[in-house]
């Protein structure tokens, strides 16, 4: 995944940013749509410290480019420190956090594989989420609601003792689809783009 700065500009171009000040920016360069499901490919901005919690996916793969700045990321037990130009590929079922050690914003590019449609639109609702102050300080949704469609839909598995809470997270997520919450957060977050 080498790509010029003119590339990136391009691939950026006309592409809807979210924006928060708790992670960064994030805008989806290529979608599931774009490429027949083969994959999707996000530009990210983590603002200094950002982190995401420890977790892992079932249906995809992902791979952590960086352009600008330092990643770190724990995957599968091995810590890994990327500078620009450096990147590690997250396996099925892989264990995996990371986070922006650093004092400026890291730009990273991730490349998801197989795409999945339904994570695109989850992260972009998550996003929203937390520019509309509806999260907690870490980002975690604070209507349980939420928290759970987010998990639930995006393949997105708790570990340690947050795996004996994904049970429950399914059944709150099916319960926010009876209610429409799902239907509710695309059209304000999601379709606005």
């Known amino acids: 995944m080498n790509w010029t700065e003119d590339q990136i500009t391009t691939m950026r171009t006309g ?43 079932t249906l995809y793969e992902e791979t952590f480019h ?50 999945h449609a339904v994570f695109e639109k989850w992260l972009v609702v998550a996003a929203g989420l937390v520019a509309d102050g509806k999260t907690a300080p870490d980002g975690r949704p604070k209507n349980p609601y939420h928290g759970a469609l987010i998990l639930v839909e995006s393949d997105i598995h708790l570990v340690g003792v947050g795996r004996l809470l994904m049970p429950m997270m399914h059944l709150l997520a099916r319960a926010a689809r009876r209610k429409g919450i799902d239907r509710q957060l695309e059209e304000h977050y999601y379709r606005q783009g």
Do not use: C
């Open 66 to 115: 960086v352009l600008e700045g330092v990643l770190e990321l724990r995957v599968a037990g091995d810590s890994h420190r990327l500078e620009a130009g450096q990147e590690v590929t997250v396996p099925l079922r892989a264990v995996h956090q990371w986070r922006n050690p650093t004092e400026g914003t890291t730009r990273f590019m991730v490349k998801v594989r197989p795409a």
């Open 15 to 57: 592409r809807p940013e979210y924006r928060n000040d708790v992670q960064g920016l994030i805008s989806w360069v290529r979608t599931s749509e774009e490429t027949d499901g083969e994959y999707s490919l996000l530009y990210a901005e983590a603002s200094a410290g950002s982190t995401v919690f420890p977790h892992f996916h």
